[in-house]
């Protein structure tokens, strides 16, 4: 199945697990490039972690945050819409980790309890969900749900570099389609791109307060090759390099992927 196909499937939550047939998902933070992302929201996780907090990782994938915190003595629930990606959760958590890996949806929380979770991460669900009003609702679920001193956590693809990224690590033509040439827009499809404004408006219209906003992975994409190849000094000197950029209001934007925090 390629990209094509998957515009005919009209269920979205049968789309979404056929996506990721394509996409592996237990890889995809793998290699030091990509691995930034997952560096770079853990620091500023443990920025707001405490002992005994209840975590809630909604849209798990593969579970990369759910086995982390998980290891480090959190009690995790981790919620996932792709069956396969909820059974490899359950294969790699280790004997004695507060983890529990459940299949389901990011539409519909109502089997946990108001004000429960001290942490909610939302890193995945709001580029899969393409009505306004989808996202909207996934949005105020998590915000029901997190507790009134809680942190939530929501990541978004950023619409102006995806343009970037194609053009000069995939090879897209300029000249094709995938993008409006008169506003930027990149075509909603297979994700839906965000611009930072699109992203601070909807957490805003549902009230959240943005206490964070973070270039979760910055220039990795666009660089990967070089930074793939790096010794681990240089890597580590990069590292730190990104880590001081990525806060800068003005390096938003020269991420792929987009991190907000917020409160109630």
């Not at 390629?2 to 697990?17: N, P």
């Not at 549902?206 to 964070?212: D, L, R, S």
């Not at 806060?247 to 020269?254: C, I, N, T, V």
Request: glycine share 6%.
């Amino acid at each position: 199945m390629g990209f094509e196909d998957l515009k005919k499937i009209e269920k979205e939550e049968d789309r979404v697990k056929a996506l990721y047939n394509i996409f592996n998902e237990d890889s995809r933070l793998s290699s030091k490039a990509a691995r930034i992302e997952f560096l770079t929201t853990i620091r500023q996780l443990e920025k707001y972690l405490k002992p005994g907090m209840r975590i809630l990782d909604l849209g798990a994938g593969a579970g990369e945050y759910s086995l982390y915190l998980a290891g480090k003595g959190f009690d995790v629930t981790a919620v996932e819409l792709v069956d396969k990606h909820v059974e490899l959760i359950n294969t790699k958590k280790s004997e004695g980790m507060k983890l529990e890996a459940i299949q389901g949806n990011a539409l519909d929380l109502t089997e946990f309890k108001d004000n429960y979770f001290d942490i909610v991460l939302c890193l995945g669900p709001l580029y899969h969900l393409f009505k306004i009003e989808d996202r909207l609702k996934c949005i105020n679920g998590v915000k029901r749900i997190c507790s009134n001193n809680g942190v939530m956590f929501f990541a978004f693809i950023n619409n102006d570099m995806v343009i970037a990224t194609e053009a000069m690590c995939y090879e897209a033509d300029l000249k094709d389609s995938y993008y409006n040439h008169d506003n930027f827009k990149v075509v909603d499809f297979p994700f839906v791109f965000s611009t930072i404004e699109q992203a601070r408006d909807i957490l805003k219209k549902c009230n959240i307060q943005i206490i964070g906003e973070v270039a979760s992975d910055g220039l990795s994409e666009l660089l990967a090759h070089k930074i793939n190849h790096m010794d681990d000094e240089s890597y580590n000197l990069w590292l730190n390099y990104h880590f001081y950029c990525s806060e800068k209001r003005e390096f938003l934007g020269s991420s792929n992927h987009l991190l907000f925090i917020g409160k109630k």
